[in-house]
């Protein structure tokens, strides 16, 4: 049953200034054309691509859910992204704008331009190395630990060129986390970096490498990028500087693209879940290359002379997508910034727009609200008027953080819109378009599901929720780039996604459509948690608590955070005997970190002696959230034991007045203020 859902918004339209507004039911009129004309208005997008030979069927759903795109077409992702760009006269063209983190007025600004021509040649040489150098065949696999750096998307662009497909691991996670993706990939070879830089620190990321490697007996050999001049160990067989063996390579090497199925691997990005191992999402060549396509016009309106800003991290699937492939894919100018948007002052990603003069960009509700918690003084130092449209990703934007963005920004006139989608999509799902029909803007909305794609909130039984009704988000039909399978498992492709509503894609997220038709998607229905806009899941969390010894049982929830939207708190019964301590709860803080990855660092950790389960044992995280949230808990008839509901109330009551008196002591302000 879906419940009656208060909408976070008091205004209901925000028609600014200058945008082209039009009513949303002549934009829902049009997309209904495309569904109409089904997998023939994909072909239409496909075709403005570079195929090496045309496909014979467009979709193939003969063995559901496992739905093959524009079968029979061959292409090659690093022909697209770099020789055809050459051919359309873009080799002058910056393709990669690179700038490092140690950047503050009075320093040498540390850069990198490399042109389409230079990139192309990068591009080559590096696939050379894959293939004759390290023997990387079509069909391989690749794995990157790399920090934001021009090699990352070179070396990206290397591997599909050659037909391998690469895995990336964001370089926040663990040596555990890093050795199961790249073992469960199947990684052969391993690039990553002596080091990243981090507000102004040297992350050590080959020595998490090294570590990950010992557990990975898949990956033979490891690449060494230079970034930091960190002195890193080098095991004499196996590892090599990517400079040194690079130097081998003549500039005017030449590797021809191999011709790739549309329906052959692009990559394989691990996202994590409630249970189980995390899930290797494989994504295919030309479904993926075509949506991309689609996004990059109609919700970034990409054109040749904008400078393209999308914040996130080559780690996530935002960075693939769209630092990397979509813009590319465009001869666009992509802007890549290796460090931290705040650092070493708050003002940086506002000085980057500056300097750079970036028109289009895309960012996360969490970097928002930190820049709103800076101050708009710092906004105010510089000139950001030549952003055009703007985009967040990730989490649901509080309208707040949207207004505030809109007017400091966006003048209060620009397209600002909320894409939702998610690693499996591949690609923007939900979105306004100001390269389409665009609709008046609704803080806080997603907006109407793209052309050509069937998004509908349902209820339980998978029907059309009413209007204002909670309700769960399903794709109704395959879209091109959608996920082929779960790497190795398809058997959990079929069972996590395609099982709740048959015949329907289950994104797993609560939504609202409001009365104009808008999606509001409200956040995960199931227990993933979204820290900053990255993905974790509980397991991993939880399995790490549950191997100290003092541990006897744990359960991890998401509670709200004014800035990272969601932040991960540990419940833990400890075994019969031991004392609960401070001491005790740091090193379970630092285990979760050591074991998963900084990206996972618990906020804190309750000590309870029970906690909410069903009879079978099995614990009822839903109960945990709803009263840390304040939420009724709903119907809790099949809990074993309803006092333990009271003292996880109690246990959360008295750390947030810990932390409320820790905090009424503490005087420091957050970000100081502008330098005048
Ligand atoms: O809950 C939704 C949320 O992020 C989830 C997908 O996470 P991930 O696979 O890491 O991909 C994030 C970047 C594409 C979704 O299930 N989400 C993403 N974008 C939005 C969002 N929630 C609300 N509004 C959004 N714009």
Redesign the pocket.
Known sequence: MSVSWALPFDEKVLAGGGVRSQAADEYLKEHRVTLQKGAAFWESVASELDWFEKWHAALDSSNPPFHKWFVGGKLNASYLCVDRQLALGRADKPAIVWEGEMWAPGLPSESRVLTYGELSREVNRAAKLLRDVYGIARGDTVGFYLPMIPEFPILMLAAARIGAKFTVVFSGFSAESLAERLEDAGARLLVTADGGMRRGAVIPLKETADKAVAAAPSVRSVIVVRRTGLQVPMKPGRDAFYEDVMSQIPDDAVVDPARMSSEDPLFILH?SGTTGRPKGQVHDTGGYLTLLHATMKWVFDISERDMYWCT?DIG???GH?YVVFGPLLEGATTLMYEGALDFPQPDKWASVIERHGVSVLYTS?TAIRSFMKNGEAWVAKHRTSSVRIM???????NPEAFRWMHRLVGRSSVPF?????????GG?M??VLPGGTMVAMKPGS?GFPIPGVDIEVVDDSGRRSEALQRGL?VIRRPWPGMPLTIHNDPGRYKEVYWSRFPGFFY???Y?VRDEDGYI?????ADE?I?VA???LGTYELESALVQHPAVAEAAVVGVPDEVRGEVPVGFVILKTGVERSESLKEALIRLVREKVGPVASLKDVIFVSRLPKTRSAKIMRRVVRAVLVGKPVGDISTIEDEASVEEVRGAYLELQQEVSSRKAGDQEDNGGSPPT
């Open positions: 996202t996130a996530w699937i935002t997508s509700p985009h967040s990703v990730g989490e649901p934007i819109g909320s894409t939702w989608w998610m690693t499996e999509t923007i939900i979105s997603n988000l994104a797993g997220d939504a509001w998607v409200l956040g995960r993933v979204k806009g990255h993905r």
